[in-house]
């Protein structure tokens, strides 16, 4: 979600009801004189607070799955994860009162680091690469349907190159035996050598890079590596195929767009798979705790 | 014969006697000796415009022998070489003129010039070739022409004319220019063509071919009629024999047991059924039901269902629920409540299937046993034109259907029987080929017309282009606003199909409106309404920069679908918002156009040119007064909408119900159904699910103008 000044009403609703709980921590602290903190009426507050919190939190993949629910629209459950999330660091702290604890506590207090701050890199990247995406993928597609344009855009590159060929033996250069592994120009090779030569290329790097889905070692991965490719080629070849280069050329530029994607796509998802897990461990966590804290210390 | 003055003469040394006024070439003729032609048949008067019968009579010049009438002691020459000669440069000069093979040579290899071309040696031509084609006219279902393969022999002129007395097709232009022309320059298809065939026998080229031989169509099932039998039904009188000989197959007899079901709706096919014994019973098997997406129980949990739900219990806005008969591809509407109806024979059904393609509208079922002729496009053209059927088709329709046609308008629900049988003498009856021109804009308004058959394109032209205003089906109408106006036609009509129109005078329709002041009122109201949405569309068009919505089809949208993609997460919880709230199919795909960081996600947009209109076969798709499309309970889940529409916005849903889908008495089984939807913008609810769903804050939907004139132009916050 980007963060924008329609958030103001509530960062600010935020800001107060931090600042409320550091009110209500700073008055219990100057009363409390020994042991542990969250047995205290402000800690179980603190406690309660952040149980109730945390089961809300828990509660936006519900309302993810049953989108069509009429229980509040999506957007205002995500901003009040996003902000009550920030909420649960004052309340987690004040709770603990600073102190780590042990055995459960401790690990209850780490989780919940770690889902804050998982959380906090997702909103980091929800902000930014959307628009990133945006920005440096202009033939963005529908990222379930990236491997079928993908074998769309090989077959388009095949039909170019065997175009290519066909022309040239129609021109009386026959230039290819297929058969076997790799190409064998047969006819007069000074005329010949160039196509087998964009062959070569084409079956070595061109085809193994459309086929598959990212191929990060391949050459033309990069942008600038593959202009020194098709430069190379167009020196080699007649002119006239040069229009086929071009949209070769092309057909690769969508390709490493589709790999962008890709790769955008799941950074803007990929910490989900921290969060998601984290926040169900946190709250089976916290639940434990509250029951032993409250049944049996 | 007796009395009648012979006369001798000689040809190639033999001494003949013929009558007086016998031509040389008749003479040549009967006495076995061949002189060769082009232009010249039998059955034809002479012309002599090819001059390949010249021969040497002893004159200055060589007679054509095909106009000279013998004389007593004429001594005729037809073999030798100085006539060779001749006749070698006529064909080649022919042949410099003439595509080779051409189509008749190609298929049946008798092309007359080609083999005179052969015979002479002069099938590559020295001349050069015309640099640019002639044309090739495909209009007619039966004739292909082909101007190119075109000698100007005129036979076929004569055949149409002289033989046919058709007198459809004449000679244009002069000189290079010259070619043959069909009524005023028409299409063949669009002229008054009968397709009897004629001129086709005629042609000695490939330049009039039968379509059998272009494209071979015949039917495989059925009893195949043999032509004498069809041209001794009354159906058929009128019809070329040729005709008929040359599309044989084309019509075919079938005999269907009681109970037995002719074709479903729906189904796809090319075919038109003409009864000759028995009767029929049509219907629509369909439920009558909308799609409507709703909350099985209530309460703000529980998921959203699709229902089917008849008008009865869930009227939608601009719902008509006066529209109490459903029109179909049949002389017959069919009532809402229990539309079934009875075609006797002489009912001719299946044309709009036939002639165009649709689906079929109803399911056809043998009431009892029954003989039907079944027919390709092509004879039902034919029959189409020929006045005996025609003049029978439309006595029917006059005495059956105007009746329930009328009422089957809501706004004309209401003329009394008096009235209706004023009108079944006066209204006429109009055709139309597709493409052509119904009425201008700007023309003199002296009908009023109501579409039997086919659909009308309304368009209104603008500085800069041209306006789809509607497209109109059997059971809309048009012509009012003018008549009720200025007098003077607001917007063109064109048959987008094969049309057929009531007309209905301006004398009539003043006076329907004096006699009957509730259908006055009720048309100025719907004329108003038409004007103030064609007034909003133009409003729209000038309020934006056309250019982006007339190429990106966006003008008309009531509400876009727009994602910022700056804030969309690509989590696709819009699509599936969607999808849950129809039944699990999405009415939504998260593609479409985009506009700087915005895209617009492909959804119902309530286009420019609602394409989907057109082909549905019982018009149960349109537009509401407030343009949004509205899918009527009488849809017969055929698909024609969502193969019409180009962006993929329509779609078919199933749903199981219970119903007895064939009228005939038999308990009520479990069916399953296929009905038409496209978003509604979740209506039922304050807010779309796709934008309640969405957890970004990326998806709006927003009216176009809103769109272009201010969220496109509003920039990044963070640039600002």
Known sequence: ?297 | MANQELVSLTIDGREITVPAGTTVFDAARLNGISIPTLCHQQNETPVAVCRLCVVDTGMRAFAAACIRPVEAGLKVTTQSEKIEAARSTIIELLMADHPTPCVRQQHSADCELEGFAKQFGVLDSRYPKREKARPQDDSSLSIFVDHSACILCDRCIRACGEVRHNDVIARQNKGYEASIAFDVNESMGGSSCVSCGECMVSCPTGALTNKHVVVGQHLDRGVSVEVQELLALPVFKGVSGTFLELNRGAVVKRSFKKGEIIFREGEFGSTAYYILEGKVDIFIASPRGHVNTEQEHGGWMNRLKNKLVPRAQHQREGENLRQSYISIDAPVDLAYDNPIAELVPGDLFGEMTCMSFYPRSATVRAAEDCVVLEMLRNVLDVLQKNKNFRAQLDQKYRERALSTHLRSVPIFSSLTPAFIDRLRTRVHLDRFAPGEIIFRQGDAADAFYLVRLGFVKVTEEYPGGELVLAYLSKGGYFGEIGLLGGGVRTATCTALDHVEVVRIGAEDFTQMLQEFPEIDASLRKASSQRQQENQHRFQQVNSVPIDQFLTQGLMEAQSLLVLDLDRCTRCDQCVKACADSHGGVTRLIRDGLQFDRFLIATSCRQCRDPLCMVGCPVGAIRRKGSLEVIIEDWCVGCGACVKGCPYGNINLQEFPVMANPDFSGTPMKANVVHKATSCNLCHDFPEPSCVYACPHDAAIRVSPNKFFSEMLLQERPDES
């Open chain 1, 1 to 297: 979600m980007r963060i924008d000044k329609t958030h103001r009403g509530w960062a600010i609703a935020t800001a107060l009801l931090i600042l409320l709980a550091t009110l209500i921590y700073v008055f219990a602290i100057s009363r409390h004189v020994s042991g542990a903190f969250g047995g205290t009426w402000a800690g179980l507050l603190f406690g309660t607070a952040g149980l109730a919190l945390i089961i809300f939190h828990n509660l936006l993949s519900l309302r993810k799955k049953f989108p069509t629910w009429r229980i509040g629209r999506s957007q205002t459950w995500m901003r009040a994860h996003l902000w009550l999330g920030i909420l649960l660091i004052p309340l987690v702290l004040y709770h603990a009162s600073f102190t780590l604890g042990g055995g459960i506590s401790k690990v209850a207090f780490w989780l919940t680091a770690a889902v804050i701050f998982s959380g906090i890199l997702g909103a980091a990247l929800q902000h930014v690469l959307p628009r990133l995406m945006t920005q440096r993928v202009p033939f963005e597609t529908i990222y379930d349907q990236i491997d079928r344009v993908q074998a769309q855009l090989l077959k388009e590159a095949d039909e170019l190159i065997g175009g290519v060929e066909s022309e040239a033996a129609k021109n009386g250069l026959l230039l290819f035996k297929n058969e076997g592994s790799g190409a064998t120009a047969v006819a007069d090779p000074e005329v010949a050598a160039p196509f087998a030569e964009l062959r070569n290329i084409y079956q070595g790097r061109i085809r193994p890079f459309l086929q598959k889905r990212g191929d990060y070692g391949n050459p033309l991965y990069q942008r600038r590596n593959a202009k020194g490719v098709f430069f190379r080629l167009r020196k080699l070849v007649p002119a006239e195929v040069h229009e086929v280069l071009d949209d070769l050329e092309n057909i690769c530029e969508e390709k490493r767009d589709l790999d962008r994607q890709s790769r955008m796509h799941r950074a803007l998802h990929a910490w989900l798979l921290v969060h998601v897990p984290l926040s169900y461990a946190l709250l089976a966590l916290v639940v434990i705790h509250a029951v032993i804290a409250l049944r049996y210390m």
